[in-house]
Each structure stands twice: as structure tokens, then as C-alpha cells.
């Protein structure tokens, strides 16, 4: 059974930081590219950040970048997303994302999310 399951999320306040992270089983972690997507409230899901399987290739939204940091430990099947100097508008439902390819099926798997508010 495959599973992703997101902790780390809470309230801080502007300028604070949070650590997420995503613990992936039931699927080739390793194999698989991983991103963290996020849902404000009333807004449409986005993209937040991405990293490849092997760890060595990162991409961020130009909202996040300089703040935010995804990384991953294929040891420990889990993937993390640190957030520094957040602000309000980093306020939604972040979600982590499991893509891949498996005898040539493609395949998404999503956690069900974690809330981050960031409020004084």
C-alpha cells in the first residue's frame, strides 16, 4: 500500500521557520522525483518546490526561492521541505508528490497534506 504521509506543519509566526517532512512507503522512494506543492485558502494548488531522484537537481517557485530548501534521504525514504523567514502568505495545505515511472506506467502518489499558518 502506498503511502506519504506529511508532519511538521503547525502555526509560527512571520519570520519563523518550520521543517516538513514527507515519509514515503510502499513505492521505490529512491526512483522517484519528489516535489511539495501547497493550497492556500479559497486558491488554487501550486507547485512549491522539486527535487530529483538522485537528490541533485532542485527547482523552486520564484515566490519561495532563497527561503525555502527541499532535500531528501533515500536512506530513510523521506523527503523534507525547510522553510525560513516565512510570511503570511506562505499560509496553506503543503502537500508532498511522488512521481515516477514503474514498468512503464506513470505513476502520482500524494500525501494528505500538512497546514502551515504563518500569523502573528
Known amino acids: 500500500q502506498v503511502q506519504l504521509v506529511e508532519s511538521g506543519g503547525g502555526l509560527v509566526q512571520p519570520g519563523g521557520s518550520l521543517r516538513l517532512s514527507c515519509a514515503g512507503s510502499?513505492?521505490?522512494?529512491?526512483?522517484?522525483?519528489m516535489r511539495w506543492y501547497r493550497q492556500p485558502p479559497g486558491k488554487a494548488r501550486e507547485l512549491v518546490a522539486a527535487?530529483?531522484?538522485?537528490?541533485?537537481?532542485?527547482g523552486y517557485v520564484d515566490s519561495v526561492k532563497g527561503r525555502f530548501t527541499i532535500s531528501r534521504d533515500n536512506a530513510k525514504n523521506t523527503v523534507y521541505l525547510q522553510m525560513n523567514s516565512l510570511k503570511p502568505e506562505d499560509t496553506a495545505v503543503y502537500y508532498c508528490?511522488?512521481?515516477?515511472?514503474?514498468?512503464?506506467?506513470?505513476?502520482?502518489?500524494w500525501g494528505q497534506g500538512t497546514q502551515v499558518t504563518v500569523s502573528s
Open positions: 508528490n511522488a512521481w515516477g515511472n514503474s514498468a512503464g506506467a506513470r505513476y502520482d502518489y
Open positions: 510502499g513505492f521505490t522512494f529512491s526512483s522517484s522525483g
Open positions: 527535487i530529483n531522484s538522485a537528490g541533485g537537481s532542485t
